[in-house]
Structure formats: C-alpha cells, structure tokens
C-alpha cells in the first residue's frame, strides 16, 4: 500500500508516473531505510520539509548502489503528483538551493516541452555551488546552471533515463516558444544608452552633425532604432546559433554513442562467430585426431593381427618343412637299409633253405643231419 502511486494521479507519458523509474532502482529505493522512515505518509505540503534538509543531489551510490535521499523524494513526488503550481514554487525557490534542483527534476520527467523550456531556462542565471554524490559515494562540486544544462541536453541523469524532448529551435520554427532572452541583453542595451548619452567629442564643424547628434534629432532617433532592433536581432540570432550548436553537438554526441554501441554491438558478433568457428574447428580438430586415433589403433591390430598370422604361418611352414625333412630322411633311411639288409637277408634265406632254423627242434636236428648228408630239409 505505501508503494502505490495516488488513485488521484494521472498518467505521464502514457503509463504509471512511478514506471519512469527503471524497476530495478524502484525496488532498491522500496528497500531503502529513508524510504521507509523518512518518505511515509508525506504529503505535498511535508514533502517541502524534507527537501529543505537535503544536503546533496545524486543517484545511487556504493558497491550494493544505494539510492540517495534525493532520489527518493523524487520518487515520491511521482507517487504523490503534486499540482503544477506547487513544482513551479519548487523551482521559484531562491532560498533552498536544492529544492529548487528538485523541483526542476521532477518538472523534467513530467513537464511538457513548452513548460521545460519555460521554466528551466531561467535557471541558467543561478551560479550557486551544488555538492552530487556520485557512484563511488564521493562528493563533487558543480553548479546550479550546471545541472540544468544537463538536464536539457543529456537523456541519463541521477541514474535515470529522462524523457526525450524536442529541440528548442524546433518549437521556435512552430511558434509555440517564444525565442530566448539572455539576462545580458538588458545590459548591452543600458551600455548603448551610455555610449549615446555622452557628450560629443569636440571639433564637429559641420552644422549637419551637430543637428545629427542632438538629442531631439530624428535622424538620429531613426539610426537608434535601428541600431538597437539590429542588435536585438543579432543577440537572438546568437542565442538561437548556440542553442542551434550545442543541439548540433548533442546530436552528434548521441550519433557518435551510437556508432559507438553499434560498433560495439559488431564487435562483439564478431568475437562471438570467431569463438564458434574456433570451437567447430577445435571440434573438428577433435573428431579428426579421434579418428586419426581410431585409425592407428586400428593400423597397430591389423600389424599385431598380421605378426601372429605371419608368425603362425612361419611355424606351421617350419613345421611342413621339417616334416618334409623327416620324410625325406625317412625315404633316405629306406633307401639305404635293403642294400644293408640283403646279406642278411640271404643268410636267412639260406639258413631258413638249410631248415636248421626251424622251430621244432627235432626238426631242425634232422634237417642237420639231412644237410651233413647232403639231403633236402624237412618242410614240416
């Protein structure tokens, strides 16, 4: 409930006064201690109390960006709305310098351009020293007119992005604001009176000069006239070039941030597609040493396959070669052993032709007896 914007506020800009504040300062102000003790329950008329006892203007400040006590009477005026006339008395104010910066602020998130222009200009003549807190929580020294030029040429202050607003000479060519009158311009034109005023310098002779500068003279009156329309119209034209460069500078200013974003905003794709195509090629790099892996391993059991089989093949070659060896040997063997064993042979033969081998030894004593007579041997 104490965060909600007043039931009785209109719209700014087409949405919740409060939603001009980015979401995540809102809830670091909604957070806050000053917030919750000092900014509950105040009004338009105690809001004045507190922002007399502003020492210091700033956003956020510190490593957690705490807002500053500024910013939070800002974002209740948002939730508050005061009426227009109270937020001018803001800005009239001579006394309280930073009610007066407050009161100005304010007015540029909500006013209209007419009444930025109108109201913030002015301001431009107060030269009093302003104390702004910046994000490291150290004080800086600036100056009313200071402020106020930011506020009318920049789109960021006090950590919140400002309404966008048209450019000064743009309203003049519409003719919905008046050209602008420097506080100097009352001076130049007191300076000319004095240069006319003063006496003329001794020597004229010509009776025509000196009926020129009498002071009743219209001539001189006319030339006057003229004198002071050409410089009035110089000095706005002056205001209206600086007013139409500092625009110039600003625009270029944001063009170039822009560029520079945009730049950035490439730079960075770039550095993004470069980290993608060195990961697909470390990929590639990757799944082709795997492979290049896969292949060797598969080299290393094709030779390990081919020394067994070679191996194997040279055993059982050896095998059939010393094989073929005893064969060979054993042929050799058997071709040699009949020419050994042909004596022996016949002496078989012969002893078995005698018949005294036989096994029957009654036999084989008659066939001696038969041989020592010279008769065949018993068969039986």
Known sequence: MANRTDPLAKNIRGTNPQNLVEKI?????????????????????????????LDHLGGTFGGNRKPSPFICLVMKMLQIQPEKDIVVEFIKNEDYKYVRVL??????????????????????ND???????????????????????????????CDIALPRIKK???LEQNQTLEPRRSALEDDFEEEEEKDENEPLATGLDDEHEKDY????SPTRERDRDRRRDSHRYRWRTLNRDHDYGRDRDYD????????????????????????DRHRLRDDKDYGRERNRERDRERDRRDRERG?????????????????RDDDCRRKHARSASPAQDEPKKKE?????????????????????????????PLNC
């Open 348 to 376: 078989k033969k012969e002893k078995k032709a005698d018949g005294t081998d036989h096994p029957d030894p009654e036999i084989a004593e008659a066939n001696r007896l038969r041989a020592s007579l010279g008769l065949k």
């Open 252 to 275: 270029r200013d944001y063009d170039r941030d822009r560029d520079y974003d945009r730049e950035r905003g490439r730079r960075d794709r770039d550095r993004d597609r470069d980290r």
């Open 103 to 124: 009161g100005a602020f304010y007015l540029r998130l909500t006013g209209t351009d007419i009444d930025i222009y109108r109201y913030l200009e002015p301001l431009y």
């Open 25 to 53: 300062l809102r809830s670091k102000i909604y957070q806050n201690t000053y917030w919750k003790e000092q900014c509950f329950g105040l009004t338009a008329e105690t809001l004045v109390d507190k922002a007399m006892e």
């Open 307 to 323: 020394r067994r089989r070679s191996y194997s093949r040279s055993r059982s070659r050896s095998r059939d070669r010393k094989d």
């Open 168 to 170: 000064r000479w743009i």
């Open 127 to 157: 030269y009093r020293k302003l104390r702004r807190k910046l994000a490291d929580g150290q004080y800086a020294l600036t100056h009313v007119d200071e402020y106020i030029d930011e506020l009318l040429t920049t789109d960021y202050s």
């Open 213 to 216: 500068y009498r002071g009743g």
